[in-house]
């Protein structure tokens, strides 16, 4: 063996580049049942967990929670999302898959669509990338509302203050 190392096991010798934003790590981010004051109240027996909330980029990534079964939301997509079902299922009325424990399922910009929890599931936990905003609408897709990065993170924050959380929780969050 000579004495030369093993390039592959040598750090990166040079600074990262130039205002580039820290890394996030959260332990224990699939831990669906681990601290409940980190889940954020949506509504009644819904709530979210951010792990990311990119407001310069404009997405965000988080876990959904729900207890309850029945129809969410009607929503459209102004962006691509990447959602991994981790507990429950889940599927939409405009669709005939169902989003099972294990699964994937990418939804295109533009599409709407309306999410429900089918009878007999206890918890639907599912991790959601989603890349600009939903618009709530109703059946004729008439505007009733709105959530992206900013009103996520206007709710986590008004979380903390409700809960006497530290701010620094949520914040660590923003990039």
Not at 152 to 175: F, T, Y
Request: hydrophobic share 40%.
């Amino acid at each position: 063996m000579s004495g030369t190392p093993d390039a592959r096991a040598i750090a990166y010798r040079h600074p990262q580049p130039t205002a580039m934003l820290p890394d996030i790590l959260i332990g224990g981010a699939l831990d669906l049942d681990a601290d409940p004051g980190d889940w954020v109240p949506q509504a009644e027996n819904v709530w979210f967990r951010p792990l990311l909330l990119c407001v310069s980029a404009g997405y965000y990534v988080n876990l959904l929670r729900v207890r309850k079964s029945g129809i969410l939301s009607r929503h459209r997509h102004s962006g691509p999302v990447h959602a991994f079902t981790l507990r429950g299922s889940w599927h939409y009325l405009e669709h005939d898959w169902v989003a099972r424990e294990g699964g994937y399922a990418f939804e295109p910009p533009g599409e709407t669509h309306t999410l429900v929890v089918p009878e007999g599931v206890e918890e639907m936990v599912t991790l959601f990338h989603v890349t600009g905003g939903y618009t709530y609408v109703d059946p004729d897709g008439v505007a009733c509302g709105y959530e992206d990065v900013f009103t996520k993170l206007d709710a986590a924050l008004a979380h903390c203050d409700r809960s006497g959380q530290p701010r620094s929780r949520v914040e660590a969050l923003i990039r």
